[in-house]
């Protein structure tokens, strides 16, 4: 299987930045795609970005295109998420996603999950 820790989350003014970071556990990171999901308090969990296993594909939330950037360093078992002009409606936990087999947007195509960083946008 594999293990995956997020990092990176805090409490930040709106229009500031933070980069998120994934690391996973294994060899076998490289044959994944990967995925950033969050979930605010009261609202269901929902799609941010994902990447493909060579990084060369990406996709993301339209709510989010132009903000963020999802990245992965293949040699480091690591993906990122760098967020930029962030939002107080940006404020959630957010959750770093493994598949097999290509991009998602479901959650429920994925098979590995982290435990979540909180990111909180103040006014």
């Known amino acids: 299987q594999v293990q995956l820790v997020e990092s990176g989350g805090g409490l930040v003014q709106a229009g500031g930045s933070l980069r998120l970071s994934c690391a996973a556990s294994?060899?076998?990171?490289?044959?994944?795609?990967m995925g950033w999901f969050r979930q605010a308090p009261g609202k269901a969990r929902e799609f941010v970005a994902a990447?493909?296993?060579?990084?060369?594909?990406?996709d993301y939330a339209s709510f989010v295109k132009g903000r963020f950037t999802i990245s992965r360093d293949n040699a480091k078992n690591t993906v990122y998420l760098q967020m930029n002009s962030l939002k107080p409606e940006d404020t959630a936990v957010y959750y770093c996603?493994?598949?097999?087999?290509?991009?998602?947007?479901?959650?429920?195509?994925?098979?590995?999950w982290g435990q979540g960083t909180q990111v909180t946008v103040s006014l």
């Open positions: 990447i493909t296993s060579s990084g060369g594909g990406t």
């Open positions: 294994g060899r076998t990171f490289s044959a994944y795609a």
């Open positions: 996603a493994a598949r097999r087999s290509g991009i998602s947007w479901s959650q429920y195509n994925y098979d590995y």
